[in-house]
Structures are given as C-alpha cells and as structure tokens.
C-alpha cells in the first residue's frame, strides 16, 4: 500500500515540522529547537499511537490547511482551537481519521499560540543531526512549510493507543499568566533582581520561537530593571528558558531556537512547567514571575 502524504493547502503565519530537537550538541554550537511546547506535542503522538520522536506539524497562530492522498489518522492538540475536515468542525484533541482526498485546517486558538498535528507514522523529512525539526534561527532541519508542499508519512508508529482522546487544556482564568522561576547565575548583575517577581509584564510582538520579549505595561509604574555599573560579560552559555536581562531591562524569555551562547545576564530560568506555559503566549498577555 503506498504511504499517505499531504499537499499544504495554506499554512498561517508559521507551520514547521517539529520532533525532540537536538538536545547535547550545544557544545558544537547547535541549539536544541525541537517543538516548543513538548507537552502537547507528546499528547499528539500519544493519541495516533507513534513513537515519542514521531514529527508533527507545529502551528503558529492557526490559519494551517492540508489535503490528503490516501488515507490517514491525526490527531490535534495544544490550545483549544477548531478543527475542520471537509468544512465540518470535528473537534481537537483526538484522533482523525482522513479518507483519500478530505482536507483538515486548524484555526487560530482563542487562548494560546500553538498547535501540534500529528500522524500516524510521523511526519517524514530528512533529518539533519539527527533531527527533522525545523531551527528558525540556525537554519538546520527542513523550512518552514509553503503552500504546495508534499508532506510524506513515515512509519514511526507502534502499538494503537488504548486512548484517542484527551481532555484540552482548559484556558486560564487569571489576569496575568504566572511564570515560576528559579533564580538565574548572574541575577548579582542587576541592581535588583528581586524587581523581576515586582509587578506584570507585557508579552512584545517582536516574539517568535526563538524567545518571548517582555515590556512593562504601557503607564505602568512598576521599577525597571537596571544593570549594575559593571564590565560587560563574556559571551557564556545560555540554557533553554533563561531570562535574559539586556542593557534595555526588557527581559527575553529563551524559547526552542534560542542562540546557544549570549553575553547578556541571565537573572532566571523557567521550570519545566512554566516553560510550556510561555511557549503559548502571544502579544499582548500579561505575565507575573514568581520564584518557585
């Protein structure tokens, strides 16, 4: 039987192919990338029963749309959001089945950024350094997807899940998304760093997968965050949900592609939890850091 692909009909502000990255190679200058909200990404290839490195489709924003050749079996999830076969809603957060010939689209969700498509046997493309995922700043792995495309099905499948539906994660009730962190190597450099958990944060449009930037609310009078009257740092390694503080006192939040060294303090890191958290945020939400 020939394996299933995909035609992209549209893609939205943003679809790349995503799996696990290429975590351990920061060494040789290679960021991790991989998806950006591994915890969606994972329930979508649970619940079409692939292998945990199966790739899938990460949308940006909604607006992604594909038609199949031969027949096929998806699953959506992240945010809440819609999900179209042929016109007609049939929910996220389950598993498809497509038949030759049907299209999907995903829309925008109402809360959060990005959703996970994933298919039966994985999306395939060839890995570069072991990875098929798609580094917006470093420019391994395949491009960003384009209309026209043709997306192969591999065969990173196992045994079928007992499950093919899970609960969407239900949108958040408080003003402001709260951030935990732990204090970060170099919070010495600021004059006070406690000032960080002081106050909300504004998530900058300037954000993408490489970090979220983050001002104070417009007429806020929440203190700024100043650098101490010290020499500049060398450039030194910089992990995965950092918080960067630049001369600007606009903190960056160090998503997926973030760069694998900078020179700028970082004051925090997220945990792992409220690294998932930021993966979904978009312009305009309000953020709180709390040590924890």
């Not at 298919?119 to 570069?128: I, K, M, Q, S």
């Not at 969407?168 to 009730?173: I, N, S, Y």
């Not at 001369?247 to 160090?254: K, R, T």
């Amino acid at each position: 039987m020939t394996p299933a692909e995909f035609t992209v009909c549209s893609t939205g502000p943003l679809a790349t192919i995503q799996d696990l990255g290429r975590p351990g190679n920061a060494h040789l200058g290679v960021p991790r990338s991989g998806a950006a909200d591994s915890e969606s990404f994972g329930l979508a290839n649970r619940l079409v029963g692939n292998l945990p490195d199966a790739a899938c489709v990460e949308v940006t924003l909604g607006g992604f749309s594909a038609r199949v050749h031969g027949t096929a079996l998806i699953a959506v999830t992240g945010p809440a959001t819609r999900v179209r076969v042929d016109g007609h809603d049939v929910g996220s957060h389950s598993a498809i089945p497509l038949r030759n010939g049907q299209s999907v689209s995903v829309t925008a969700p109402r809360h959060g950024c990005r959703n996970y498509i994933a298919v039966r046997g994985g999306f395939d493309a060839a890995p570069e350094l072991g990875s098929r995922s798609t580094d917006t700043l470093s420019g391994l792995g395949p491009p960003p997807l384009s209309v026209k495309d043709r997306l192969a099905v591999g065969d990173l499948s196992g045994d079928w899940p007992a499950v093919m539906l899970a609960p969407p994660p239900a949108a958040g009730t408080e003003p402001a998304v709260i951030l935990p962190v732990r204090p970060g190597p170099r919070a010495d450099r600021l004059v006070d760093p406690g000032q960080l958990v002081i106050g909300r944060w504004q998530v900058n449009p300037a954000s993408n997968r490489i970090g979220v930037r983050l001002d104070r609310p417009s007429k806020s009078t929440e203190p700024p965050l100043v650098h101490r009257d010290l020499p500049e740092l060398r450039s030194e390694g910089v992990p995965l949900g950092g918080v960067q503080v630049p001369p600007s006192g606009q903190p960056v939040i160090f998503l997926a592609d973030h760069p694998v060294t900078g020179g700028y303090p970082t004051v925090a890191v997220l945990t792992p939890a409220s690294l998932i958290r930021a993966a979904q945020l978009v312009s305009g939400d309000s953020v709180r850091f709390v040590v924890g």
